[in-house]
């Protein structure tokens, strides 16, 4: 089974994620649904995927799980997810769909995955199809993972998901690999998605680039990151539109810039002590509705 940097980082992101996702579809629905998709081999993620549910038994039982995989190059995934299989409580059904990812709406059609909990990871070298996009959609019900050659902004869009995030991992002196996108309806979700991409960022020392300005340096992941360009975005940002609340400042983080939420609450802070912005209360923690205002 090949392997490379971005395998690797690919399959520790799904984990990441899926570990999130998992259990906060479970405690809102009775059934959920998660489909997994590449082009070509799965570089192991499928397995790692199987694995995360079944850490999750206890929160499965008297539930109903159904795992999608598509994948079209790898002959010994049977083989491979076997073990892994038998390991599931029965409530979890794993169906393995020979064919490409372009198969994925027929496929989450079949799994009676409409109206309920859907996660679905897309490894695709070229530009995404919008029928996987609708499909991953799955009405409202949906959130997706995906890694593309080119940014699916505008697409993830198109399809019905309001909060889309983008970076570019950048591998050591290899250049960029693709771009990494999420969409979801859940701003908990997405902040789940970008502490995930830094934490195995750091791990493998990956660094991120926006994709909407690839000129900008790459963003080290590895500690916390000066709080300065950020304030500096989110200064831009209150000059464009006006005051803001502390939420939609962090949304903004979250969704046009490589940063996490936590950093967006140092960066206010910061701006807050250089008296560049001012807020709502005069002390006290940064609460989501408080409004942060130019100070001049």
Known sequence: ?????????????????????????????????????????????????????????????????????????????????????????????????????????????????AGSPLFTFLDLPDAVPPPLLTAAANGRAGEVLLHAGNGARDALGAAGFPLVAEVAPVFGAHGAGGVI??????????EAVRDALWAVGADLGVRYLDPADPQAAPVDVAGDPDPGPLAGELLAELRRGGPRSVTELRRHALTATVYRAADANRALAHLLDVGDVRRDRESGRLAGDEMITLAR
Do not use: I
């Open 1 to 113: 089974m090949p392997t490379d940097r971005t395998t690797d980082f690919l399959r520790e992101l799904l984990v990441r994620q899926l570990t999130t996702w998992l259990p906060a579809a479970l405690q809102r629905s009775r059934r959920a649904t998660v489909a997994l998709a590449w082009t070509g081999a799965d570089g192991g993620g499928a397995e790692a995927a199987l694995r995360v549910v079944a850490a999750h038994a206890d929160q499965v039982r008297g539930r109903r799980v159904t795992v999608l995989v598509l994948a079209d190059g790898t002959s010994d995934l049977p083989t491979r997810l076997g073990p892994v299989e038998a390991e599931l409580p029965a409530e979890v059904a794993v169906h393995l769909l020979p064919g490409a990812p372009q198969q994925l709406p027929v496929a989450v059609k079949a799994a009676g995955a």
């Open 181 to 190: 996108a999420f969409g979801s309806r859940s701003d908990r979700s997405l």
